[in-house]
């Protein structure tokens, strides 16, 4: 199966920015899209950010439009989340998802993807 590792977490204040990255090894070949998902406290789990590998179908959140950038770098297997003028309402669980070539309709749902890793946590503050 495919693993996911992510980085790039962390304590920020508002208006700060961060690099999210998730290392995806094992069955790389496998992937067709790759996302950003968060959850924070008490609410649901939400799609930050998306990409459809090779097709240049990417989605974003209308809350982070303009201030997030979703990227790959295909050589290392890499996706990245570059993440600027951050707000308090950023604070969450980030998770980095990948979906296979049955999955990746609906780049938002989280059911489009089958694997996940285990979670960064980013924390803005006032």
């Known amino acids: 199966q495919v693993r996911l590792v992510e980085s790039g977490g962390g304590s920020v204040q508002a208006g700060g920015s961060l690099r999210l990255s998730c290392a995806a090894t094992e069955y790389t070949y496998s992937i067709y899209c790759m996302g950003w998902f968060r959850q924070a406290p008490g609410k649901e789990r939400e799609g930050v950010a998306a990409?459809?590998?090779?097709?240049?179908?990417?989605y974003y959140a209308d809350s982070v439009k303009g201030r997030f950038t979703i990227s790959q770098d295909n050589a290392k297997n890499t996706l990245y989340l570059q993440m600027n003028s951050l707000k308090p309402e950023d604070t969450a669980m980030y998770y980095c998802?990948?979906?296979?070539?049955?999955?990746?309709?609906?780049?938002?749902?989280?059911?489009?993807?089958?694997?996940w890793g285990q979670g960064t946590q980013v924390t803005v503050s006032s």
């Open positions: 990409l459809y590998i090779g097709s240049g179908r990417i």
């Open positions: 998802a990948t979906g296979g070539p049955l999955q990746c309709g609906k780049l938002y749902e989280s059911n489009e993807y089958n694997y």
